[in-house]
Protein backbone atom coordinates (compact mmCIF):
# COMPACT_ATOMS: atom_id res chain seq x y z
CA UNK A 1 0.00 0.00 0.00
CA UNK A 2 0.72 3.67 -0.57
CA UNK A 3 1.36 6.30 2.37
CA UNK A 4 1.82 9.69 1.64
CA UNK A 5 3.83 12.52 3.32
CA UNK A 6 3.56 16.06 3.40
CA UNK A 7 5.92 18.81 4.23
CA UNK A 8 6.83 22.84 3.42
CA UNK A 9 4.37 24.04 6.03
CA UNK A 10 4.97 27.19 8.02
CA UNK A 11 4.43 30.20 9.63
CA UNK A 12 4.45 33.15 6.70
CA UNK A 13 3.31 36.86 6.95
CA UNK A 14 -0.01 37.66 4.86
CA UNK A 15 1.24 38.21 1.57
CA UNK A 16 3.91 35.48 1.51
CA UNK A 17 4.37 32.57 -0.40
CA UNK A 18 4.73 28.64 0.33
CA UNK A 19 5.60 25.52 -1.42
CA UNK A 20 4.22 22.64 0.25
CA UNK A 21 5.38 18.91 -1.40
CA UNK A 22 3.72 15.32 -0.78
CA UNK A 23 5.89 12.25 -1.49
CA UNK A 24 4.60 8.50 -1.65
CA UNK A 25 6.12 5.90 0.63
CA UNK A 26 5.47 2.28 0.56
CA UNK A 27 3.98 1.18 -3.03
CA UNK A 28 5.55 4.58 -4.72
CA UNK A 29 5.22 2.91 -7.82
CA UNK A 30 1.43 3.56 -7.67
CA UNK A 31 1.96 7.45 -7.69
CA UNK A 32 2.06 7.95 -11.33
CA UNK A 33 -1.69 6.00 -11.20
CA UNK A 34 -3.39 7.74 -8.85
CA UNK A 35 -5.47 11.18 -9.21
CA UNK A 36 -4.46 13.36 -6.41
CA UNK A 37 -5.32 16.26 -4.69
CA UNK A 38 -4.79 19.08 -1.65
CA UNK A 39 -7.19 19.83 0.96
CA UNK A 40 -7.03 21.91 3.55
CA UNK A 41 -8.89 22.04 7.41
CA UNK A 42 -9.29 24.86 9.42
CA UNK A 43 -10.25 24.28 13.60
CA UNK A 44 -14.15 24.01 13.80
CA UNK A 45 -14.68 24.21 9.97
CA UNK A 46 -14.82 21.10 7.55
CA UNK A 47 -12.32 19.78 5.31
CA UNK A 48 -12.05 21.51 2.64
CA UNK A 49 -10.92 20.33 -1.08
CA UNK A 50 -8.44 23.07 -2.73
CA UNK A 51 -7.23 21.34 -6.11
CA UNK A 52 -6.90 18.27 -7.59
CA UNK A 53 -4.84 16.90 -10.49
CA UNK A 54 -4.78 13.93 -13.04
CA UNK A 55 -2.57 10.75 -12.40
CA UNK A 56 -0.64 12.23 -15.19
CA UNK A 57 0.01 15.56 -13.74
CA UNK A 58 -1.23 17.21 -17.03
CA UNK A 59 -4.99 17.66 -15.88
CA UNK A 60 -5.10 20.30 -12.62
CA UNK A 61 -8.78 21.35 -10.86
CA UNK A 62 -8.94 24.14 -8.49
CA UNK A 63 -11.92 25.60 -6.52
CA UNK A 64 -12.86 28.63 -6.30
CA UNK A 65 -11.01 30.17 -3.09
CA UNK A 66 -8.04 29.27 -4.46
CA UNK A 67 -7.84 29.29 -7.97
CA UNK A 68 -5.51 32.32 -9.34
CA UNK A 69 -3.50 32.07 -6.15
CA UNK A 70 -2.65 28.49 -5.53
CA UNK A 71 -0.58 25.76 -8.35
CA UNK A 72 -0.84 21.77 -8.29
CA UNK A 73 1.64 20.31 -9.53
CA UNK A 74 2.02 16.67 -10.40
CA UNK A 75 5.44 15.15 -11.55
CA UNK A 76 5.65 11.50 -11.44
CA UNK A 77 9.26 11.21 -12.41
CA UNK A 78 10.24 12.20 -9.26
CA UNK A 79 7.23 11.14 -7.44
CA UNK A 80 6.27 14.28 -5.63
CA UNK A 81 3.42 16.60 -5.81
CA UNK A 82 3.50 20.59 -5.40
CA UNK A 83 0.86 22.91 -4.05
CA UNK A 84 2.75 26.56 -4.88
CA UNK A 85 0.50 29.20 -2.60
CA UNK A 86 1.37 32.61 -3.29
CA UNK A 87 -0.40 35.86 -1.82
CA UNK A 88 -1.53 34.09 1.61
CA UNK A 89 -4.24 35.75 3.67
CA UNK A 90 -4.79 34.75 7.40
CA UNK A 91 -7.94 32.94 6.25
CA UNK A 92 -6.00 29.89 4.26
CA UNK A 93 -4.48 29.34 8.04
CA UNK A 94 -5.50 25.55 8.51
CA UNK A 95 -3.64 21.82 8.50
CA UNK A 96 -3.09 21.17 5.07
CA UNK A 97 -3.25 17.13 3.58
CA UNK A 98 -2.24 16.10 0.30
CA UNK A 99 -4.65 12.85 -0.70
CA UNK A 100 -4.73 10.32 -3.46
CA UNK A 101 -7.96 9.02 -5.31
CA UNK A 102 -6.93 5.11 -6.03
CA UNK A 103 -9.94 3.84 -8.12
CA UNK A 104 -9.57 7.15 -10.64
CA UNK A 105 -6.96 8.43 -13.02
CA UNK A 106 -9.00 12.11 -12.80
CA UNK A 107 -11.59 13.11 -10.51
CA UNK A 108 -12.68 16.11 -8.61
CA UNK A 109 -14.84 14.91 -6.01
CA UNK A 110 -14.08 14.68 -2.74
CA UNK A 111 -15.43 11.66 -1.78
CA UNK A 112 -13.43 9.58 -3.92
CA UNK A 113 -9.62 10.16 -2.31
CA UNK A 114 -9.24 7.46 0.31
CA UNK A 115 -5.11 7.90 0.77
CA UNK A 116 -4.32 10.79 3.70
CA UNK A 117 -1.15 12.06 5.00
CA UNK A 118 -0.81 13.05 8.01
CA UNK A 119 -1.26 16.96 7.42
CA UNK A 120 1.61 20.14 7.72
CA UNK A 121 0.41 23.28 9.22
CA UNK A 122 0.24 26.51 7.42
CA UNK A 123 -0.13 29.35 9.09
CA UNK A 124 -0.40 32.99 7.60
CA UNK A 125 -0.10 35.69 10.00
CA UNK A 126 1.90 38.79 11.07
Known amino acids: QMQLIESGGGLVQPGGSLRLSCTPSGDTHLFSIYAMGWFRQAPGKERELLAT????????YYTDSVKGRFSISKHNANNTMYLQMNSLKPEDTAAYYC?????????????????WGQGTQVTASS
Open 53 to 60: ISASGNVP
Open 99 to 115: AAATRFQYTTRPAEFNI
